[in-house]
């Protein structure tokens, strides 16, 4: 059985991607990354919780549990939903604060995705982001 989001280590995750040599090995990463993912229910993709200017529909939802942010997050697309799980690996469980500190954009380019974020989806990487930041 594959690990939950919650249980992923962000270190693994970065190697896991750093250790692709082509673009078919990153994506088969992304792929497998993907099935980590916690679907979200009908109910919760809402538009309040839609993410604008992404190419694929991207649904994000910022918990706070205590002094921690929990993120759920989902997409139509299943190569974007392995991004999703990349992203929020950096940011699962961590307050406001480490993640307002955190420079997103440069941990994101350790990750070796450059390949799959064409022009249209580095713009919804980035509004992804920015609600993280924001939110």
């Known amino acids: 059985m594959t690990d939950s989001l919650e249980q992923q280590k962000p270190v693994n995750i970065k190697a896991q991607l750093q250790a692709c040599r082509s673009k078919e ?3 088969k990463a992304l792929v497998t990354l993907s099935k980590t993912l ?3 229910s009908a109910d919760e993709k809402i538009e309040e919780n839609k993410i ?3 190419e694929s529909a991207v ?3 910022v918990e706070e549990k205590g002094n921690e942010r929990h993120f759920k997050a989902d997409s139509d697309a299943k190569l974007m939903r392995g991004v999703l799980v990349a992203i929020l690996s950096l940011v ?3 307050t406001r604060d480490d993640i307002q500190q955190m420079d997103l954009k440069a ?3 350790e ?3 450059s390949s799959y974020l064409t022009s249209s989806r580095t713009n ?3 509004a992804i982001l920015n609600r993280i930041v924001s939110n």
Request: glycine letters at 12%.
């Open 38 to 40: 916690t679907r979200l």
């Open 111 to 113: 990750l070796n995705l």
């Open 59 to 61: 649904w994000l939802i």
């Open 107 to 109: 941990e994101l380019a």
């Open 92 to 94: 699962q469980g961590k």
């Open 52 to 54: 604008k200017g992404c």
């Open 124 to 126: 919804g990487v980035l």
């Open 25 to 27: 090995d990153t994506f």
